[in-house]
């Protein structure tokens, strides 16, 4: 059964720090593209960061380039999304997402491409 359950959710103040974590279960992580998308209220899911399965190929979403950082441990099935400088417009539910159909090389911030998903962690950016 495939499964990828996040962790880390959390209440930070503007400025703060967040660390969020998925493990990926069912399915082998190595081969597949991984992303985190987040939604906040009354707006469409958005794509924040992805890595290639080789580990290659990162992108970010403009909003968030250099201030979060996508990384992941394959030999532990897990993918992290560090975010630092945060701002309340960061305020969403985070989703991580994992896909084999990139392969170990691609690397696309569209939802439409993953085809495995997290439950989601809310994250709240406030003072």
């Known amino acids: 059964q495939v499964q990828l359950v996040e962790s880390g959710r959390g209440l930070v103040q503007p400025g703060g720090s967040l660390a969020l974590s998925c493990v990926a279960s069912g399915f082998t992580l190595g081969y597949s593209a991984i992303g985190w998308f987040r939604q906040a209220p009354g707006k469409e899911r958005e794509g924040v960061a992805c890595?290639?399965?080789?580990?290659?190929?990162?992108y970010y979403a403009d909003s968030v380039k250099g201030r979060f950082t996508i990384s992941r441990d394959n030999a532990k099935n897990t993918v992290y999304l560090q975010m630092n400088n945060m701002k309340p417009e960061d305020t969403a539910v985070y989703y991580c997402?994992?896909?084999?159909?990139?392969?170990?090389?691609?690397?696309?911030?569209?939802?439409?491409?993953?085809?495995?998903w997290g439950h989601g962690t809310q994250v709240t950016v406030s003072s």
């Open positions: 997402a994992a896909s084999p159909s990139l392969g170990r090389t691609g690397c696309l911030l569209l939802s439409g491409f993953y085809n495995y």
């Open positions: 890595m290639s399965g080789d580990t290659i190929r990162t």
